[in-house]
């Protein structure tokens, strides 16, 4: 499926503007001014300034909450991008109640007592993150993420995202059944984009650190829902009609191009009977005019 964008122009300023460069501002803007986020519930609010409310917007991290304060722009990070932030990235301190900036492993932990499928959201986050995706939540959507291209002014969203742990797909997990498959697949389709199911395999690993991680597998698997209307030979049938015009074309062209030559031709055949005849009645004269001087003087 092509990306689609919202406007003409779009394609080639994210282009001039790719989401990698924008993050790696972001990166260095952040850990210049020692950038601090409080957890609270399954949030981080981050305090920052106006330049660094601009390259938030524009990398896509979090939303902007309105506020009376006039110097800083509050921002609220979901875990999963707070984290990024914080492990990946190495450009956000996290603090929670204590008012302590919480190591990684300590702010690890804290996150999966919130939400306990945390690390495998977190992969599945980081997965395509890491590939320059913008992953926002796919709530709307009834699935964990959306993936965009570029920033979601600029292109509409490609892939509807369902995170899967290991086994989750068997007994009461979700896509259990056809019909699940088959409905979420319907949904996607409904709003223009691919089922993107991330299969998230621990290999046996604990969650007691974030060093974990590493040992992770992630599995892609794009679905897309068929339909019966389509015929299997549309592009056998295209191919053949597209190659029958070209014959005709080319057929077109070169009898076209003998109609022309032979136009040109025959006014030069015409000049050239005319030539002999004239030649030939020359011819004919001076023979008689022969004979009869002949005849003449032998008298």
Known sequence: MEPRWKGKGFKAKALAEPMSKIVSQLQSSLIQSDAHGLLT????????????????????????????EKDNEWFQLGLEEAFYLCFSLKCLKVVGDDKCPKNDVELWLCMISRKPNFPDFYKAYSHLRIKNWVVKSGLNYGVDFV?????????????AVLVLSEGEDEGNGR?????????????????????LVLRITNNGNDVASPSCLEKYTVVERAIRRWHPEQCREDNMIRENRTKQQEALGKASLKTKFTQKHDVKLKPGLVGIERGLSLVSISLVFALISFIVSSWFWSN
Do not use: M, N
């Open 147 to 159: 993936a965009y291209r570029h920033h979601p002014s600029l292109v509409h969203s490609e892939y």
């Open 175 to 195: 896509l259990r059944l056809w019909s699940d498959l088959h409905c979420t697949t319907r949904v996607s389709g409904s709003v223009v984009k691919t089922l």
């Open 41 to 68: 519930g399954c949030t981080v609010l981050i305090a920052v300034k106006p330049e660094q409310t601009d390259l938030l917007d524009r990398a896509c991290f979090g939303k902007r909450i309105v506020t009376a």
